[in-house]
């Protein structure tokens, strides 16, 4: 269930993760990209940040202002991949706010935004597998270095790596290992929230 | 009908570049560029394609673009946008200057269409 509370803590986990592993990220594009990947997100997910400040958003209204921020500050290809995922789970929130959905409808997002299919080396071979991991609670950190480490042997059929043709095997694709950090993310919000449940709240309305 | 010509490029000078080669063949086509990001840094960015696309004359507008992600934002922003935008996945440079020249002459839309079909690349 995404409540306001709950898609506070993400992002507030996803930016401090993003920030912290800026150049990293960054490190893995250049070596198959444009090696901006990092310093992109991190300056969308600041602007996400930003979009808390707005007080009382519904979670649909706050889903909307995080997908602008994306789409406006991230400059690369992960600012309309990112960003039409949470446009259209802002459309979604109307109606549902259960989690495993809403990552569906973004993965779908993403899929129809950038034409990739599974195996293609891109945020996908994430986003795909992580809706049904929720629905069957089998969502683990662990779990997800795996998704991401197996984009590794892939050769890139989408996105800069696709360029390099069969060179952009044997390395880890960017966007998918920043997808990792989003849903690792979320596990670490879910699991404070239910630890102290009050803490949170009080952070959430802050 | 007017056509109107849009270039979307991940670098500034790029976008400038060749609307600069265009604007010798085709000085009477509405064309309007988005270059870069914001900061005129590397990238593209949704607000710049948005202003090019509202700024630009035409009355149908043809866009073409360098990149991946170009092509992406440029979805993002044609569906919130009330004008008729069609984007053309060819060949940058030889299809903003193809289209340019058949517009200065008069030609419509579809017969244009069909003159960039051996370049479409991606």
């Known amino acids: 269930m995404l409540d306001e509370t709950l898609l506070f803590k993400w992002m507030t986990e996803f930016d401090h993760q993003i920030q912290t592993d800026k150049?990293?990220?960054?490190?893995?594009?250049?070596?198959?990209?444009?090696?901006?990947?990092?310093?992109?997100?991190?300056?969308?997910m600041?602007?996400?940040?930003?979009?808390f400040k707005t007080p009382n958003q519904s979670v649909a209204e706050q889903l909307k202002a995080i997908a602008f921020a994306l789409i406006s500050k991230v400059g690369g290809a992960a600012g309309p991949l990112y960003g039409s995922a949470f446009l259209r789970m802002s459309k979604a929130a109307v109606d549902t706010q259960q989690l495993d959905q809403l990552i569906q409808i973004g993965a779908d997002a993403i899929a129809d935004r950038g034409g990739a299919n599974f195996g293609d080396k891109t945020m996908l071979d994430v986003w795909a597998y992580v809706p049904a991991m929720l629905e069957h609670h089998t969502l683990s950190s662990a779990g997800l270095a795996q998704l991401a480490a197996h984009t590794k042997p892939m050769q890139a059929k989408k996105g800069r790596a696709s360029y390099l043709g069969e060179r952009s095997v044997g390395h880890l694709d960017p966007g998918a290992v920043s997808s990792?950090?989003?849903?690792?993310?979320?596990?670490?919000?879910?699991?404070?929230?239910?630890t102290s449940p009050n803490q949170a709240l009080k952070n959430g309305t802050d | 009908m007017t056509i109107g010509i849009v270039l979307v490029s991940h670098v500034t000078e790029l976008a400038q570049?060749?609307?600069?080669?265009?604007?010798?063949?085709?000085p009477d086509v509405p064309l309007t560029v988005a270059g870069g990001t914001a900061d005129n840094g590397v990238g593209t960015d949704a607000a710049k394609i948005t202003q090019a696309i509202d700024a630009n004359p035409g009355d149908e507008l043809m866009v073409f673009y360098d990149l991946g992600s170009a092509k992406m934002t440029l979805d993002l922003v044609a569906e919130m946008s009330p004008w008729v935008i069609q984007r053309y996945d060819t060949a940058f440079v030889?299809?903003?200057?193809?289209?340019?020249?058949?517009?200065?002459?008069?030609?419509?839309?579809?017969?244009?269409?069909?003159?960039?079909k051996p370049l479409i690349i991606k």
């Open chain 1, 23 to 44: 150049a990293y990220l960054s490190g893995l594009d250049a070596e198959i990209g444009d090696g901006d990947h990092g310093d992109n997100m991190a300056r969308g």
């Open chain 1, 46 to 51: 600041s602007a996400v940040m930003h979009t």
């Open chain 1, 180 to 194: 990792q950090e989003l849903f690792q993310a979320l596990l670490k919000a879910q699991s404070a929230l239910k």
């Open chain 2, 17 to 26: 570049g060749i609307a600069k080669l265009i604007q010798q063949v085709a």
């Open chain 2, 94 to 116: 030889e299809s903003a200057y193809s289209a340019a020249a058949l517009a200065q002459a008069g030609v419509g839309r579809s017969e244009i269409e069909t003159q960039l």
